[in-house]
């Protein structure tokens, strides 16, 4: 009995619920987070994304840098026991790139040297061989991209994975609307190569096969809008910071049994940071994290306590360096003084 339907995202940092998904083989796929992520995620950005499993639509998210829009995608993966595909956008990123690429310059190159070789051999009146002419095949210049990947393993193997298209508003405006057909319809074909294509609906309807699709992760920085087109072929969430709560869990979690007593009061010491002035670039929880890890050197070393960090005035506080990340956010910060 196929258990796929029945898994569900928590997002709590706990251990895998689920037995990751194996091949024909019965061996794990390489590609299924092995490290425990430990994102905490909000009952409702739970909630969004299981609808997102049900419906097996894309789910696109947006919300400040640094927020756990990315990881949002790692702790899904691992959680599930689905493998991760990653497609980090660039500004020269095209659609087709994420589903494959076609090496056109080196099958020149290799029919050029292939041409020469046959020149030799009918000099040398010595038959073709079988290997020289493998050596012009289309499909060895293939190469699926990460959606690719995904599409065919739900199309041969009925493996859902998640696919994360990470920072979609750096790509040319044309780019979301050249994703619009693979979205719909999860399918596609190598133009090269005569009668190339996967179908991971495999011409059933979206309801039938909604197990066995790719859950699509998209996030976005809010850096160009995007196509309405586009934003209708997907659900919709807004990442907010963490709350005090919820960044109590995430140092829990990402620490394990190495809490030390300075981080509550570095807690509070950060939220009110935060919460001081208006921010260019609000420091994000990786860099609070890195932040705890710099103070517990400083405590261990005997250098700080707590209530020597509580005690502290915000524009002095130390390593400033790891949460402040322009010139007019720390003459803010020297302002509180």
């Not at 691992?78 to 310059?105: F, H, M, Q, V, W």
Request: charge should be negative.
């Amino acid at each position: 009995m196929n258990d796929l339907a029945d898994r569900q995202y928590e997002g709590q940092g706990n251990d895998r619920k689920y037995e990751p998904l194996k091949d024909e083989n019965g061996k794990e796929f390489p590609d299924i987070p092995r490290k425990k992520e430990p994102y905490i995620a909000s009952k409702n950005l739970a909630e969004a994304v299981n609808d997102a499993l049900y419906l097996r639509r894309p789910l696109l998210l947006e919300g400040e840098p640094g927020c756990g829009k990315t990881r949002l995608a790692y702790s899904i993966a691992y959680e599930l026991g689905y493998p991760l595909k990653e497609c980090y956008i660039r500004s020269t990123s095209r659609a087709e790139e994420l589903l494959y690429t076609y090496d056109n310059i080196r099958r020149l190159y290799d029919l050029q040297e292939y041409k020469f070789i046959q020149s030799q051999l009918e000099e040398k009146q010595i038959n073709n061989s079988p290997e020289l002419t493998d050596a012009i095949e289309r499909k060895k210049y293939v190469e699926l991209g990460k959606l690719g990947e995904a599409i065919k393993l739900s199309a041969e193997s009925n493996i859902p994975s998640v696919v994360l298209v990470d920072e979609i508003d750096k790509a040319d405006i044309d780019f979301p609307n050249d994703l619009l057909l693979v979205l719909d319809r999860l399918q596609f074909e190598i133009k090269e190569v005569k009668d190339w294509k996967y179908d991971a609906l495999r011409g059933e309807e979206r309801e039938a096969r909604k197990d066995f699709l790719p859950l699509i992760i998209i996030t976005s920085n809010q850096e160009k809008e995007l196509p309405k087109a586009f934003l209708r072929r997907c659900l919709f969430y807004y990442v907010e910071f963490p709350e005090l709560e919820d960044l109590r869990k995430i140092i829990i979690n990402h620490f394990q049994q190495d809490i030390s007593p300075i981080f509550e009061v570095a807690l509070d010491r950060f939220v009110e940071l935060r919460d001081k002035i208006s921010w260019r670039k609000k420091p994000s929880t990786g860099e609070f994290i890195n932040w705890l890890r710099l103070l517990e050197r400083r405590r261990q070393n005997e250098e700080i306590t707590g209530e020597e960090l509580n005690k502290t005035q915000l524009g002095q506080l130390p390593f400033l360096h790891t949460l402040v990340k322009n010139q007019s956010d720390r003459n803010a910060i020297e302002q509180l003084i």
